[in-house]
């Protein structure tokens, strides 16, 4: 079975980057796709980025288009989520997911994922 565990996470200003990891084990880590998702208080979970089994396709959502970057380490088993630009709205409790069989290269909504990270706080204040 899959297990995913997000790091990264922190205080930082407007304008600052970060770059969060998710560790994955397990056996279908590899030929799956994976997402990055957030979720603020007083807010539904939301679609930030997904990336192919083989990264060669991603998709983002509007919000990180032009400022994230999601990526993939196959051998390493990690991807990442480079955050750039970071706003006061990008302040949420970050999660990383893998994707069911079949949901398609890159996955947007959560019904797809069937395997969640713990998740980790990212803050934007100043």
């Known amino acids: 079975q899959v297990q995913l565990v997000e790091s990264g996470g922190g205080l930082v200003q407007p304008g600052a980057s970060l770059r969060l990891s998710c560790a994955a084990s397990g056996r279908t880590f590899s030929n799956v796709a994976m997402g990055w998702f957030r979720q603020a208080p007083g807010k539904e979970r939301e679609f930030v980025a997904a990336?192919?089994?083989?990264?060669?396709?991603?998709l983002y959502a509007d919000s990180a288009e032009g400022r994230f970057g999601i990526s993939r380490d196959n051998p390493k088993n990690t991807i990442y989520l480079q955050m750039n630009s970071l706003k006061f709205d990008d302040t949420a409790v970050y999660y990383c997911?893998?994707?069911?069989?079949?949901?398609?290269?890159?996955?947007?909504?959560?019904?797809?994922?069937?395997?969640w990270g713990q998740g980790t706080q990212v803050t934007v204040s100043s």
């Open positions: 990336v192919s089994w083989s990264g060669g396709e991603k």
């Open positions: 997911a893998a994707a069911r069989l079949g949901a398609g290269l890159t996955p947007r909504f959560a019904y797809d994922y069937y395997v």
